[in-house]
T-cell receptor, first 111, second 115 residues
Framework: GQQVMQIPQYQHVQEGEDFTTYCNSS?????IQWYKQRPGGHPVFLIQ?????EVKKQKRLTFQFGEAKKNSSLHITATQTTDVGTYFC???????????FGTGTRLQVTL | NAGVTQTPKFRVLKTGQSMTLLCAQD?????MYWYRQDPGMGLRLIHY???????AKGEVPDGYNVSRLKKQNFLLGLESAAPSQTSVYFC??????????????FGAGTRLSVL
């Protein structure tokens, strides 16, 4: 079945540093979604990318979808303690009814 | 608007006991899902439903059963709990089809321990 790999598994940064997580698929994706899960919380939708090479920004967060639609990245500029959590990429598979999640990247931010 | 509500929030079971986790959504969504989340494993799909009266197996269905008798409810059952089923369980729903973005809305989760 389709696999969606994410790296790194964990990253610890000082507040103000940048952070990037990468998502790679073995197959071409129709679209990709990103979710954030705060510690002890539940996943919350951040954004969806659909077009090849698409770039979207949400304040300090920049999301990219690769030209071949097999990879994606999330970049956070000047991290803050509020960015702490696990970031998941996810893609619909098969009949567009099942969402396959990446393994997630846990971000820790310290002062 | 409550969104997706899961009950109970916490539960401790003994091996061999049974229980049912309830998920209710008030967004009139067609699709509903049950995931389990274990440390370092991300979210794994147990079962899902694309409409009232339908269910389908996900990635890790063994040891679980589900029912979708009403559109707004999706039940996850453990007939004979095992320690390997200790996990955090999340329910999610989405409108499905071509209308929206197929954004999944998650409940707050059920933390289950099987001793």
């Amino acid at each position: 079945g389709q696999q969606v790999m994410q790296i790194p598994q964990y990253q610890h940064v000082q507040e103000g540093e940048d952070f990037t997580t990468y998502c790679n698929s073995s197959t071409t994706l129709s679209n990709i979604q990103w979710y954030k899960q705060r510690p002890g919380g539940h996943p919350v939708f951040l954004i969806q990318l659909v077009k090849s090479g698409e770039v979207k920004k949400q304040k300090r967060l920049t999301f990219q979808f690769g030209e071949a639609k097999k990879n994606s990245s999330l970049h956070i500029t000047a991290t803050q303690t509020t960015d702490v959590g696990t970031y998941f990429c996810a893609a619909y598979t098969g009949t567009a009814s099942k969402l396959t999640f990446g393994t997630g990247t846990r971000l820790q931010v310290t002062l | 608007n409550a969104g997706v509500t899961q009950t109970p929030k916490f539960r401790v079971l003994k091996t061999g006991q049974s229980m049912t986790l309830l998920c209710a959504q008030d967004m009139n969504h067609e699709y509903m899902y049950w995931y389990r989340q274990d440390p370092g494993m991300g979210l794994r799909l147990i079962h899902y439903s694309v409409g009232e009266g339908t269910t389908a197996k996900g990635e890790v269905p063994d040891g679980y059963n589900v029912s979708r008798l009403k559109k707004q409810n999706f039940l996850l059952g453990l007939e004979s709990a095992a320690p390997s089923q200790t996990s955090v369980y999340f329910c999610a729903s989405t409108d499905g089809g071509g209308g929206g973005k197929n954004i999944q809305y998650f409940g707050a989760g059920t933390r289950l321990s099987v001793l």
